[in-house]
């Protein structure tokens, strides 16, 4: 398929007309292939139309059509083969094997909500039956469904240019609750959002959906994707990226007329704990470990260790020893974008000025393009003075908080902001601390795990990707897994409504067979 930089309205494709942007290949910096077009009011008036118009007919399409359009969408992207890889390549600097992986997440995920939908418990089918006879007042007949919210904005983040961009991780739930979907493209792997773009376009008039079912907008600037926010037929909004690109969607979100949901992913250090048995029985294999996290994809996850606190003790000098070791012959890595790559470059800067921060560790020199892995340590006194070092430096870069007792340890991850992860390095002999830290961690953190660290987040059912704030813009939520389809729906009662009226899920002959609670106790569609 051809990559033409064109704007995906509905079914229409066109050229932008308000200015221009073009991908830069990461690891020349190289200005690459076709110029897009970004788009005009126009193009983004004409996308929320079609979203608005395709929301009843998409909302209340049979699920099995719906699961159908999940299916279709990760055949298509199949179908694209390796020109899709070569163009991501090209555009991020990151490696086949790593994009083949995340084509796959991809691809899972969407199956996976296909799934969801023809399972239908996740509409939360509630039905409480009228009792008439009731004294000293009847009961209603009441009736409740997870209805979906309306069109949703999607921004592509830009260091998973297929999980979390066009057909990713929010595209696929919102689709899945029923909402159509206006992807605001990002604008470091234009060339590789067109290609996925054109892949759902495609699934959408094979399955006879509404034209608005799905549209991709290119942005010159920042106005189509303020004013995507701002439109009053977008009813939620689903971001991966930055801190001040997510508070900045927020705050347009908020001064609405009617505020909508702004579900972010925004910033996390994911603090790291070495308790005092593991890292005297293994710390140099922890440490080791810990290097290759830190530096996967040239440490631009999400997930990644951005913080690493234990007790003071030979065990800490020796994962600091065997860490130090493996990060000294770790390779630099080209970065996502130049304006990334800077920031990281600022952020080591910084923590390489504090008096308080001390130099453990630093990868090989690269190129001008490429990030070095880097390691800091400082005091837990020195961390809880200075609100700075909690600041994420988004890359290889993670800093060490050596904490004197176990009520500094407990003081640090008090003063911590909301994280995504928090991972607990224990043995057995560890089991008693760990039971005291556990409530601490549990405050801050959306997901714990012990003896691994947080970089790799399966896409299943229990899955959390959300934590408090800053983490993401909602910690009651996940962005990764099943559960995320929850962002998109709101309970509906219907009270006394007959039959005809009813929506077909709560009607009492069941035709799409879903699990139902009827007085409160969950009743399966037989087999």
């Known amino acids: 398929m051809t990559i033409e930089g064109m704007l995906l309205v509905g079914q229409q494709v066109r050229y932008g007309t308000a200015g221009t942007l073009r991908a830069v290949e990461a690891a020349t910096g190289a200005a690459m292939e ?55 390549m090209a555009e991020t600097g990151l490696p086949r094997g790593r994009l083949e992986g995340e084509r796959g997440r991809t691809v899972g995920q969407l ?12 509409l939360d089918v509630r039905i409480d039956p009228a009792q008439p006879e009731r004294k000293p007042l009847p009961r209603p007949d009441l009736r409740l469904v997870n209805q979906p919210l309306g069109p949703v904005a999607v921004f592509g983040a830009s260091n998973f240019p297929l999980a979390f961009s066009v057909a990713g991780g929010d595209t696929a739930s919102a689709f899945a609750a029923g909402c159509p979907v206006i992807v ?56 991966t990226g930055s801190r001040g690109g997510g508070t900045a969607l927020m705050k347009i979100a908020a001064a609405r007329p009617e505020p909508i949901p702004v579900y972010a992913e925004m910033s996390s250090i994911n603090p790291v704990v070495l308790l005092p048995a593991a890292i005297a029985a293994r710390g140099a294999a922890i440490g080791t470990a810990f290097a290759a996290s ?61 008096p308080a921060v001390t130099a453990v560790a630093s990868g090989l020199d690269g190129g001008d393009l490429s990030g070095t892995a880097r390691l800091f340590a ?57 039971a005291r830290l556990m409530p601490h961690l549990e405050r801050k ?63 009492d002959d069941n035709p799409f067979r879903v699990p139902r609670r009827i007085d409160g106790r969950l009743t399966l569609p037989e087999a």
Not at 113 to 122: E, K, N
Not at 463 to 476: F, I, K, L, Q, W
């Open 34 to 88: 076709p110029a897009f077009g970004g788009a005009t009011a126009a193009d983004l008036e004409e996308a929320c139309a079609l979203a608005a118009a395709a929301f009843d007919p998409y909302r209340t399409a049979a699920p099995e059509l719906r699961a159908t359009f999940l299916e279709t969408i990760a055949a298509e992207i199949l179908a694209l083969g390796d020109a899709l890889i070569v163009r991501a």
């Open 111 to 122: 199956r996976l909500f296909a799934a969801v939908v023809r399972d239908g418990g996740y």
């Open 184 to 239: 605001k493209a990002h604008s470091a792997h234009p060339g590789t959002s067109e290609l996925v773009g054109r892949a759902v376009q495609k699934a959408v008039a094979a399955c006879g959906l509404p034209a608005g079912t799905f549209s991709l907008l290119f942005d010159s600037g920042r106005a189509i994707g303020q004013g995507l926010v701002a439109d009053p037929r977008i009813k939620a909004v689903g971001f």
């Open 294 to 354: 830190l530096t996967l994809g040239a440490g631009q996850f999400c997930t990644n260790p951005g913080l690493v606190l234990a007790l003071e003790g030979p065990g800490l000098d020796g994962f600091l020893t065997a860490a130090a070791g493996a990060l000294s012959a770790c390779a630099a890595q080209t970065m996502l974008t130049p304006g990334i790559l800077a920031a990281y470059r600022a952020g080591v800067a910084a923590l390489a000025e504090n």
């Open 378 to 434: 400082t005091a837990a006194a020195d961390f809880l003075a200075d609100h700075r070092l909690q600041a994420e430096v988004f890359g290889a870069a993670s800093l060490v908080v050596r904490c004197p007792d176990e009520a500094a340890l407990h003081a640090v991850i008090d003063a911590l902001e909301g994280q995504l992860t928090g991972a607990i390095h224990l043995d057995d002999g560890d089991t008693a601390v760990a």
């Open 445 to 507: 953190v959306g997901r714990v795990l012990v003896n691994g660290f947080g970089t790799g987040v399966e896409v299943a059912h229990a899955m959390v990707h959300g934590g408090p704030y800053p983490s993401t813009a909602d910690g009651r939520s996940t962005s990764v897994g099943t559960l995320a389809i929850d962002r998109f729906l709101r309970p509906v009662c219907y009270q006394d409504v007959p039959q005809a009226l009813l929506p077909p899920v709560l009607r």
